[in-house]
């Protein structure tokens, strides 16, 4: 019962996240943050009451021996599931030392010491108080604004959280994976084609806001088209490791391609045409660095999943379906998407100007940073260029982390994704080629990757949807590169299947 309730709220806030604008809004993040504290609450629930159920379970079934399930042909071996606790464990301690820092930034504390961490921070403060003389005996915080850092503080608790439990949950089997992965799949889909239809019908709402001023391009449900190029950035790797991972197409590496063709059931079909769909939408995104990152993901899925056996050098299915996804968006018109590369100059000239200035707020607080979720209140008094409105980020997730948690806290974060990258595509390659957890794991890696690179001139981790999902693919990485130790041969539902005389 636990079990059913936690994926099903798992579910809804795969598909809620994304739909409500991403999550931007406070309303929305404070029922993702509420949502994902409730599957804490059950999971604890679960385990202090898993000593009674056990008791319960030990009790000999008529067709249980030592694990097995005795049938006809042989006996069905169900393998216990090992917990990565070392995974676990030292993530924990990273993300750790990583909110107490941003604790730290929140925590009022002595002129003197905030002088002597942070001299920009005493500097200005002294400026802008009007008690100037008083400052000296009061206490303040290193953050510029304390209760923007703790919005930000309880968002990343929340997911650092939600990683944490979906890496020692042991119900997040493959057979969850794969229901869950479909999901994600769906909402990707549904959102490719609600944007097109939107952008291409004239329509121009966003749910129930109408938005001719602003959607001059395929944004499905986000606001911001970089936003939703980001999200299918790590739906669409996902998903082509979804169904290379599939029966029939497992089944098929040794046949040709007429054979491979007409072996693939109605369900394989209809997984690669959603996943051209979503490049069609991220095409007709117009965002330049998204679609760079597409181009980048799938020069990796063409190297990542041929088939060494082959001796083919790159993925022809891989292939096939990005040419079909370009052929067709050509067809529809490219102009626009096209005409955008040739105004890169100018975008890039204003990204700089804001990069400039956010690598002055990083020398002026080189180590503890502004506070977290600070720059919108910092940047105006370094902004040295006229625009229209406020920046509300750097353009750059990477710069806009320096600036708000310094040298200490983007060390930490650096550390703990190079440990992770590193556990993941270790565990991948352990793997056999023939494994579906094998192509699951490289598809979220290859998502994993192709954000980070999207990163560089967007902001993605800030948008709460893509940061839910990132989340999400990273547990699923590490999990599905955890092979069980002593298998001979694996199927797709998981089990090991030993034949008996």
């Keep these: 019962m636990f079990n059913f309730f936690i994926q099903l709220i798992l579910i809804c806030l795969l598909v809620f996240t994304p739909l409500v604008f991403g999550a931007v809004e406070l309303w929305a993040f404070s029922l993702m943050e509420l949502g994902i504290l409730l599957i804490i609450v059950l999971w604890a629930i679960q385990l202090l009451l898993r000593p009674a159920l056990r008791r319960v379970q030990d009790s000999p079934e008529p067709h249980m021996v030592q694990g097995e399930l005795k049938t006809n042909h042989g006996s069905l071996r169900i393998p216990k599931l090992k917990l990565n606790t070392h995974n676990s464990k030292l993530s924990t301690i990273f993300i750790f ?69 979906l890496l020692s949950w042991k119900y997040f089997d493959q057979r969850a994976i794969r229901k869950l992965i479909l999901v994600v799949l769906c909402v990707g889909v549904f959102e490719s084609l609600y944007g097109m239809f939107e952008f291409f019908s004239g329509h121009k709402h966003i749910l129930h806001l109408k938005m001719d001023h602003l959607i001059s391009s395929v944004t499905g449900t986000f606001i911001n088209r970089n936003a939703f190029a980001g999200y299918l950035l790590m739906v669409i790797p996902l998903s082509m490791g979804y169904l290379f991972s599939r029966e029939p197409h497992q089944m098929g590496r040794s046949m040709g391609w007429r054979l491979r063709l007409s072996s693939l059931d109605g369900k394989s079909l209809l997984i690669a045409f959603g996943i051209v769909l979503m490049i069609l939408s991220l095409l007709f995104s117009a965002s330049r660095m998204g679609i760079a990152s597409l181009l980048l993901s799938f020069s990796l899925i063409s190297l990542l999943f041929r088939n060494p056996e082959g001796g083919k050098r790159l993925s022809r299915p891989s292939i096939l379906i990005l040419g079909l996804a370009v052929l067709w968006a050509g067809w529809i018109g490219l102009d626009a998407v096209i005409s955008r590369f040739f105004t890169s100059s100018e975008d890039f000239k204003s990204r700089w100007m804001v990069w400039v200035n956010t690598f002055q707020i990083i020398k002026d607080y080189p180590l503890f940073g502004t506070g977290l979720g600070t720059l919108v209140q910092v940047f105006p008094m370094y902004r040295s260029f006229h625009i229209r409105g406020l920046v509300t980020h750097a353009e750059n997730d990477f710069l806009q982390l320096i600036a708000e948690v310094g040298l200490l806290g983007i060390g930490l974060l650096g550390i703990l994704f190079f440990y992770l990258f590193y556990r993941g595509v270790s565990g991948i390659r352990s793997l056999s080629f023939r494994d579906p957890k094998r192509h699951i794991g490289m598809g979220g890696i290859v998502g994993i990757l192709a954000l980070m690179f999207h990163s560089l001139v967007e902001r993605n981790i800030q948008i709460p949807a893509n940061a839910f999902l990132y989340a999400f693919i990273w547990a699923l990485v590490l999990r599905a590169g955890h092979a069980e130790k002593g298998s001979n041969s694996t199927k797709p539902g998981g089990y090991q299947v030993k034949e008996t005389k």
Excluded: C, D, H
Aim: no cysteine; charged share 10%; hydrophobic share 55%.
């Design 97 to 165: 030392l990583f909110l107490l820092l941003v604790l730290f930034q929140m925590a009022p504390l002595p002129a003197e010491i905030v002088k002597f961490l942070s001299p920009q921070t005493y500097a200005l403060r002294f400026e802008l108080s009007p008690l100037s003389f008083e400052l000296s005996t009061s206490n303040f915080s290193i953050s510029f604004v304390p209760f923007l850092t703790k919005v930000e503080f309880f968002k990343w608790l929340t997911l650092s959280g939600f990683f944490l439990f």
